[in-house]
């Protein structure tokens, strides 16, 4: 190696002159002038790795799964990735046939994929796209003409329950299925793409459950406090799929499912004309009875509060001016309330819904007419007098 003299009247290298510098000749695959800086470093590096024989790091191994932003952009349906799927159902473009409140008022997309109903009597399947929110269950169908989804339906995860399925118990290979079931829908069975998908909603459908029913749901994410006031028609209706679908708390007697299709829907104030006080009440027209609920300040529960007998109570007319809509319920086993309504539609509804004739015994009822006599029995019995009289003379002539 060749060798260097460098004077000690300078500490920096750029000071350094040319004339205090010799030459640095450097052997083996290091051949090539330096200056001192680089000098040094290459010293230092070269000691370095001879000391402690370190071999250069190895290249990162290739990743074995895809990052979640990749499976971000997948191309699941349409030539669209599940992100831009998701942006089309959060849009403000409204989704055909679509009912009740916007979907991101739904709060947060948990997951979603493609999957096929299975119909169990024709043995065939229909794609369908499952969106898993934070409290519900959307289902969606296709339009393949137009690209686009469908609405199909939406169900609280509180009311429903997920298990798989399997078509042929006998086989050993079976089709990723699962069945949703509820009290108040038709049960539906999914297939999956795959075991890992089936895998996938089993374990978010389940951690979402116990969620809802551990912790308690925040406005922005329970539907009744959208449906309330119940001042539209759209509201209304959406109001009565979701008493079917809701627990309704401290409830009594046989299920609201099998109370029939409910009638009238409105809120009204209710005042007991023997005790004090102004009672706020959902109240509900069955075909059978009347159902009274009550909704908490917060708008998210519902209580049950009692239930009258539809045939045995009669709505009475007391003022249908604006500001005072009320009617007093009457019956022989209800103590009178006095209903107020909010607006003249609903008032005119329940008056014409619940306004039965009196069946008490001072109506006059006016006598049914006299039975009129036939004409064959009467001409017989005139045709029988002459019948008679010519019989006799001629058998007095006899």
Not at 62 to 76: D, G, M, N
Not at 132 to 158: A, E, K, N, V
Not at 279 to 292: A, G, K, T
Not at 383 to 390: A, G, I, N, R, V
């Amino acid at each position: 190696m060749g060798c260097c003299s460098v004077t000690q009247r300078h500490t920096g290298v750029d000071e350094v002159g040319p004339d205090e510098i010799e030459l640095l000749e450097l052997s083996g695959d290091n051949l090539g002038v330096w200056s001192l800086g680089e000098t040094r470093l290459q010293l230092s590096v070269r000691s370095s790795r001879e000391e402690h024989h370190l071999p250069p790091p190895p290249p990162p191994p290739p990743p074995r799964y895809p990052s979640i932003q990749h499976k971000e952009q997948e191309v699941v349906l349409w030539g669209r990735s599940r992100e831009e799927l998701h942006q089309r159902i959060y849009s403000q473009q409204p989704i055909r046939d679509w009912e009740g409140q916007p979907p991101h008022m739904y709060g947060e997309i948990i997951y979603s994929s493609l999957v096929s109903l299975y119909n169990s009597y024709t043995q065939e399947t229909s794609e369908h796209f499952l969106v898993l929110f934070s409290f519900h269950l959307l289902i969606l169908s296709l339009d393949h003409t137009r690209q686009d989804f469908r609405y199909g339906g939406i169900l609280p995860l509180s009311g429903v329950s997920l298990q798989p399925v399997s078509l042929d118990s006998e086989s050993s290979h079976s089709p990723h299925m699962f069945e949703i079931s509820s009290p108040m829908v038709e049960s539906k069975v999914f297939k999956c793409a795959g075991a890992a998908d089936l895998q996938k909603w089993m374990q978010h459908v389940e951690d979402r459950k116990y969620k809802s029913m551990t912790q308690p749901m925040s406005p922005s994410h329970c539907a009744l406090s959208y449906l309330l006031p119940c001042d539209e028609h759209w509201k209304r209706e959406e109001l009565k799929k979701y008493l079917h679908q809701a627990p309704i708390r401290q409830w009594e007697g046989s299920p609201i499912q099998h109370m029939g299709q409910p009638g009238c829907i409105s809120f009204v104030h209710i005042i007991n004309t023997h005790r004090q006080g102004l009672l706020e009440r959902l109240m509900v027209l069955f075909p059978q009875e009347v159902l009274l609920l009550s909704v908490d300040n917060k708008r998210q529960n519902i209580r049950y509060e009692g239930r009258l007998p539809r045939h045995g109570i009669k709505a009475v007319e007391r003022s249908a001016l604006p500001g005072r809509l009320e009617f007093e319920l009457i019956g022989e086993l209800v103590e009178p309330l006095l209903v107020s309504c909010t607006c003249q539609e609903d008032y005119w509804n329940w008056i014409f819904q619940l306004q039965q004739p009196d069946r008490s015994g001072h109506v006059s009822v006016s006598p049914p007419a006299p039975p009129i006599k036939p004409k064959v029995q009467r001409s017989r019995k005139e045709s029988q007098e002459p019948m008679l009289s010519d019989q006799h003379h001629i058998n007095g002539n006899s």
